[in-house]
């Protein structure tokens, strides 16, 4: 859960989550779209999806047991590097360096790495470096205290050395040198995704479609739209896109909100539209499932963040144009 998102957002779903799925036991028996549920307006649902995979098949393959072994539990769905490091040490205390953005800023300032930390072989360094600093005795103590050292006091921004416990181990601090390391690298520009979508009304119901299962938002639901092509207004590409992906004619009635919605690599401007059906029978081409359903329905299905942004205004539509 805690896979870039901070702990006070995690928090917020953290308890549901437990006392819904208190064990893996429960957690493998549950549907996925349960689960979604549960993890709903978090983001990053690839987590969830790998989450639910890699509790079947503790449960299936691994007696219902946690492998307490680095290459066994690095093979669960979901798992890298740093998380195996990080399960392995903080659960079992196996001397496993972790190697997370605040212990990569620490290690960078204590051995004064001046380049960028982004290249394979600074990336290589900074591994050989934190396995040579690792308390191999307490090694799930070490990495707690180095992520702790890195969230706390060896801030990103001005660091606060005089309350730093090893002030005489950091060169970067004996030259002077803490407010410039890390090098930071200049972001890439984030582009923005003009889509349209539009909520088709039929006898009191509305259609929803689900997203395959795998990539991003997948297994969730949504209304169907797409990207608005150059040359086309949103209503149009609306039309298009509704076409397109479930074979439906629809007619535009009234736009219902633009909404703004930021992804990590990306951001979304989705223009909502409120459509007549025309004609046509569904026949999905993208989606991996769809369901007319009823406004009070709603609550039942998980739906990314943007969807929700707009969902209260469906709220009271449920009459058919
Ligand atoms: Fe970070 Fe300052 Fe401590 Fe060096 S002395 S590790 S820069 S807090």
Avoid at 141 to 168: D, T, Y
Avoid at 276 to 291: C, I, K, N, Q, T
Wanted: hydrophobic share 40%.
């Amino acid at each position: 859960m805690l896979q870039q998102t901070q702990v006070k957002k995690v928090l917020e779903y953290y308890q549901e989550f437990i006392r819904r799925f208190p064990n893996i036991q429960r957690l493998a028996k549950a549907d996925l779209q349960e689960v979604l549920k549960a993890w709903e307006k978090m983001g990053y649902y690839a987590r969830a999806r790998n989450l639910h995979k890699a509790a079947r098949m503790i449960v299936q393959e691994m007696n219902g047991e946690i492998p307490v072994d680095y290459a066994r539990f690095h093979k669960l769905p979901g798992v890298g590097d740093y998380i195996a490091a990080a399960v392995q040490s903080l659960a079992f205390d196996k001397p496993f360096p972790v190697l997370d953005g605040n212990v990569k800023r620490v290690i960078s300032r204590l051995f004064l790495i001046e380049s960028s930390l982004n290249t394979p072989t600074v990336a290589r360094s900074l591994k050989v470096r934190t396995s040579e600093l690792l308390d191999r005795d307490r090694p799930g103590l070490f990495n707690q205290a180095m992520m702790e050292l890195g969230a706390v006091v060896c801030r990103p921004r001005k660091p606060i050395c005089r309350a730093c416990p090893v002030p005489s181990l950091c060169q970067a601090y004996q030259k002077g040198r803490q407010n410039h390391i890390p090098m930071i690298t200049k972001a890439k520009p984030v582009p923005t995704h003009h889509i349209a979508c539009g909520v088709i009304f039929k006898d009191n119901q509305i259609l929803i479609t689900q997203r395959n299962s795998s990539g991003l938002l997948g297994g969730l639901w949504e209304f169907p739209g797409g990207k608005v092509r150059p040359g086309e207004t949103p209503e149009q590409a609306c039309v298009r896109e509704v076409k397109e992906e479930v074979n439906l004619s629809v007619e535009i009635v009234e736009p219902l909100t633009r909404v703004k919605h930021a992804y990590t690599h990306f951001r979304i401007v989705l223009d909502v539209f409120r459509c007549r059906y025309h004609s046509g029978e569904v026949a999905l081409r993208g989606p991996a499932d769809y369901r007319w359903i009823r406004i009070n329905e709603i609550d039942k299905y998980p739906f990314p963040g943007a969807t929700h942004k707009f969902i209260p205004l469906l709220v009271g539509q449920g009459r058919p144009d």
